[in-house]
């Protein structure tokens, strides 16, 4: 579906029931994959109005009865209904209407194609037909309904629902998260305050900095700071502007988002926690994301659902292997990986020859099905399948 438009097709029409034999009366290439938006009953000479009450995009049927006898009418009905643009036309056979020179080259020159058929009445033709665009109808607000089940980002909406909740402006957006030291007796309102007035100092004194708030965020304080500017120089010294305050408080464990456009702030907000989560984890005052690395590809596989399933489908092949028949597949992937497929360096942690650990590895393979793959290629399969427990490795 090109588009995401209707589907419909004049190849789609001719193949329903009520065709029994379709004849087309001049070539025209590329013609049954035009379009049908609707169907319409031709059931009288073109003397009002050329017409008009024909649309583009139509299947025309026809018996040319009204034109009996008179093949100069049929063939300035067929002409006049061919500059319409209309799909097809379809011809019943049943008073074997005349089908003139004129009008097979207009047929083949525009590329609408003319048809003779032997089949049901026009009622029952059109009924299928209707039957079949109501059909594609429905698929389509399926097909918009799925859209936005799987809409993976939009711009726009972030705006408006960063505007909304924060009252964010600015074109240049970056996040900050602060998470309060382990076992720290400060008050957490307190220092939200402290955070949201550093900021606010900061907005005052640089012009590039438009936009500054601090917030709750389960247990956190996330601050947004905005920038409105395009030079690099410009957005570099606010950053650090920003920096400089934020890093002043000791007791607060913080993390540091890229700076972004403003429809891509759900993406600075994830960064900020991941990189606050770190510095949690490791003792660290500050942490930017830019500074996490392979643990920033960990962590941002984990809002990757498509990864996520498919990382526990090779998984769960090799653990359920392990539960059957009482080997050891994962702890020895996982050492794989956090040896960087060092043979010998897996040997020695797992107390195990070489020789079982290669074993061990072309079982795997095997059980993967994927027999024929070289050790570095698979290594680098079985990164991917634990990259999302990197912090656990």
Request: aromatic share 8%; glycine share 6%; with cysteine.
């Amino acid at each position: 579906r090109q588009g995401g438009g209707l589907l419909v097709t004049v190849a789609d029409i001719v193949a329903l029931p009520a065709f029994t034999h379709v004849e087309l009366i001049a070539p025209c290439e590329g013609s049954q994959q035009r379009e049908v938006r609707n169907v319409g009953i031709l059931d009288c000479p073109p003397d009002y109005n050329e017409y008009s009450a024909y649309v583009p995009g139509e299947l025309i049927l026809t018996n040319l009865g009204f034109a009996y006898g008179n093949p100069e009418l049929a063939e300035r009905s067929l002409l006049a209904m061919l500059r319409r643009d209309v799909a097809a036309i379809a011809v019943k056979t049943v008073y074997d209407p005349p089908i003139s020179d004129a009008v097979r080259r207009e047929s083949a020159e525009r590329g609408i194609p003319v048809y003779l058929y032997d089949g049901a009445y026009h009622e029952t033709v059109a009924y299928q037909s209707f039957d079949l665009i109501q059909r594609d109808r429905a698929e389509l607000d399926r097909e918009k309904a799925l859209d936005e089940l799987l809409i993976v980002h939009d711009d726009d909406r972030i705006r408006t629902r960063l505007s909304a909740i924060i009252g964010m402006i600015g074109s240049m957006f970056q996040c900050f998260a602060f998470t309060l030291r382990r076992d720290d007796a400060c008050s957490f309102y307190a220092m939200l305050d402290s955070v949201s007035s550093s900021l606010s100092a900061v907005k005052e004194e640089c012009c590039a900095v438009v936009f500054t708030g601090a917030f709750r965020y389960h247990g956190r304080i996330l601050v947004f700071a905005s920038y409105d500017f395009e030079d690099d120089e410009e957005r570099s010294a606010a950053e650090k502007r920003c920096l400089s305050a934020v890093g002043l408080e000791e007791g607060l464990h913080v993390g540091v988002s890229e700076t972004v456009h403003l429809g891509d702030g759900d993406i600075a907000i994830r960064q900020a926690l991941a990189a606050a989560d770190y510095s949690y984890r490791h003792g660290r005052h500050l942490v930017r994301w830019s500074e996490l690395h392979v643990a920033a590809f960990a962590h941002a596989v984990r809002y990757d659902r498509l990864f996520m399933r498919t990382s526990k489908l090779y998984y769960t092949v090799l653990s359920g292997y392990d539960e059957k028949h009482g080997t050891e597949l994962v702890n020895t992937a996982k050492a794989l990986v956090a040896r960087h497929g060092d043979v010998k360096a897996v040997a020695e942690e797992l107390h195990q020859h070489p020789n079982t650990v290669r074993y061990r590895m072309r079982k795997m393979k095997a059980v993967l099905g994927i027999s024929s793959e070289d050790d570095r290629a698979f290594v680098g399969l079985l990164d991917l399948v634990f990259l999302s427990k990197r912090d656990a490795i």
